[in-house]
């Protein structure tokens, strides 16, 4: 594969049965301006405090010689100004090998991104992953994985005021 080519299929935004600690984010939708129908679906991550959302992802073509980049498309609900800390995880499912049911850690790579210039523009941050960062989990052509997307709320980096609303997710290889 060529760098940039997609190679993470997302397969399903997973959703706890319940968010009683209050990590996970909320979906909702962007009413459009072009037509009524018009929706823009978003999880909700909220100021000041840590949240994530997890999506179960295919990894197809990766030829798993460099590394991964996961591109975040996200807004701000109303600011302008200040940093959202990003931070994305991959932990790999291999197949008759690991009980989903125990605890598992997650080892984020980490980078703080501006917000957009105008309220309701979408911006791209691109978090790079090189094939030995823990944060790869080691994950190869043909895993399936668990690919965990947080703000870091609680980082001092993260310096926006008012929620990021993150609208997609795509992987790619570096």
């Given amino acids: 594969m060529a760098t940039t080519d997609v190679v993470g299929v997302i397969l399903q935004k997973m959703r706890p049965r319940s968010d009683e600690a209050g990590y996970t984010a909320y979906s909702g939708i962007v009413q459009g301006g072009s037509t009524p129908n018009e929706l823009v679906g978003y999880d909700r991550f909220d100021e000041g405090v840590d949240k994530y959302v997890d999506f179960l992802v295919k990894i197809n073509g990766y030829g798993a ?23 994305t995880s991959f932990r790999r499912l291999p197949l008759d090998a690991e009980d989903i049911n125990a605890s598992h850690t997650y080892t984020f790579e980490e980078a703080a991104d ?24 080691s994950v190869v052509e043909d895993d399936i994985c668990i690919l965990r997307v947080r703000r870091t ?22």
Wanted: proline share 1%; glycine share 8%; aromatic share 6%.
């Fill in 153 to 174: 709320g609680t980082n001092a980096l993260d310096t926006m005021a008012g929620a990021a609303f993150l609208h997609a997710v795509i992987v790619t290889e570096t």
């Fill in 65 to 87: 010689t460099t590394g991964l980049t996961i591109q975040l498309l996200w807004s701000a609900e109303s600011a302008t100004t200040g940093n959202v800390y990003w931070a």
């Fill in 114 to 137: 501006a917000a957009p210039s105008v309220v309701g523009e979408v911006v791209q941050h691109a978090e790079v992953m090189a094939k030995a960062d823990d944060g790869m989990d």
